[in-house]
């Protein structure tokens, strides 16, 4: 069996930065695919972006975790603080959540998200990869159902359990490629060695130096090494030379 390989960037959206580091990534590099945040500073920045770059896959990464809801925080009281914010991961992953409400916000994020990119979202995903709740699993599970998107799976069990719902989704998905220490070329390198047959989805995070992302971000002087390593030529000529295809979630 062939070895397939959808490279995702996470957080379109988040911030300028961000945004043209994931193009940047595409356009130099091996990114294929990319998940866009509807409510961050840098949301109408990268859908502007999108329409330049028409070959970029483009999903949603649903967030729960970050800034505020679209929907009025009145409906769904389980997801938001008191002024209607969301709440960080550990605090909502602590939680009772309402799934319903999840897949209210759910619905209304991947609509606003077609709005702006001007076509339909190939496929979803979540900040802080949130989905290994059991209501919120369930909330992108039937999300993906309704609207016919591939998802992201973390795990063989999520996959199989999404695949039985006629969900499709990559066979295999690594969060490896993230964090000081694995984020350099030899790591990309290595990971890419170990891949497995089938389709397999990495996570990166590459991004621009950014003020704003500097500011407010803990994961912001790691993205320039990440997106460093993405557009590295030996990487590129390592997937030529061990046959790997790169491919999308529209593809699947």
């Known amino acids: 069996m062939a070895r397939l390989l959808i490279v995702n960037a996470d957080d379109f959206g988040r911030s300028a930065g961000v945004n043209l580091g994931i193009v940047r990534a595409q356009r130099e590099g091996i990114v294929t695919s990319t998940t866009l945040m509807t409510n961050a500073p840098g949301t109408t920045h990268a859908a502007a972006l999108a329409a330049t770059r028409p070959g970029l896959d483009i999903g949603v990464h649903l967030v729960l975790t970050y800034a505020k809801p679209l929907l009025n925080p009145s409906r769904i009281r389980s997801l938001v603080r008191e002024d209607g914010s969301f709440w960080r991961p550990t605090e909502l992953l602590a939680r009772s959540i309402d799934r319903r409400e999840a897949l209210m916000e759910y619905r209304a994020q991947f609509a606003r998200a077609g709005e702006l990119i ?56 690594t969060r490896e490629f993230q964090h000081p220490g694995h984020i350099e070329v030899a790591d990309l390198l290595a990971l890419l060695s170990r891949l497995e047959e089938g389709v397999t989805e990495l996570m990166c995070h590459p991004g621009e130096p950014d003020p704003e992302l500097m500011a407010t971000s803990a994961y912001a002087r790691e993205r320039p090494l990440e997106l460093a390593a993405l557009i590295d030529p030996r990487v590129r000529s390592a997937i030529e030379r061990d046959g790997i295809s790169l491919t999308t979630f529209a593809a699947l």
Request: net charge negative; hydrophobic share 30%.
């Open 118 to 173: 001007g076509r339909e979202p190939t496929h979803i995903d979540t900040h802080h990869w949130v989905h290994d709740h059991p209501a919120l699993s369930w909330a992108v599970c039937e999300l993906a159902v309704e609207t016919g998107a591939a998802a992201r799976t973390h795990t063989p069990e999520q996959r199989d359990e999404y695949r039985a719902k006629g969900v499709r989704t990559p066979d295999h998905f």
